[in-house]
């Protein structure tokens, strides 16, 4: 699908915020889901129908727990942050979907851990 398709796919509809997961020490980022920009709609995301989303998440982190707490240095770093799981942290970069297809998308997380 070209840049225009996926554009005129997303015309004139909610805008979505990118949610990533990125490794503390690698700095590996992987694109988990666009949604609207909250807790709640990322673990709907996540947790929805027995999502495969959910499943790949704690395959990649090898962890099935999201911890809240973690040093305020490393909140700063997101636009909303959600947790940590295992060495991954979890939140929204600021970036919405149409940034991401016009500038450059991060590796879906269906493809990394498949």
């Known amino acids: 699908m070209t840049t225009e ?3 005129a796919r997303i015309k004139n509809r909610q ?8 490794h503390r020490t ?9 949604c609207a920009k909250s807790k709640s709609r990322f673990f709907a995301g996540v947790s929805a129908n027995e999502s495969s989303r959910g499943l790949q ?10 911890e809240y707490a973690v040093a305020p240095e490393v909140k700063r770093l997101w636009s909303q942050f959600i947790g940590t ?6 939140g929204f970069t600021g970036r919405t979907q149409r940034d991401c297809i016009l500038g450059s998308e991060q590796p879906f997380i269906a493809d990394v851990v498949s």
């Open 57 to 66: 998440l704690i395959k990649l982190t090898g962890s099935d727990r999201i």
């Open 15 to 22: 805008t979505l915020y990118e949610c990533v997961a990125k």
């Open 5 to 7: 398709q996926r554009l």
């Open 85 to 90: 799981m295992g060495d991954w942290l979890i």
């Open 26 to 34: 690698t700095g590996q980022t992987v694109l988990i889901m666009y």
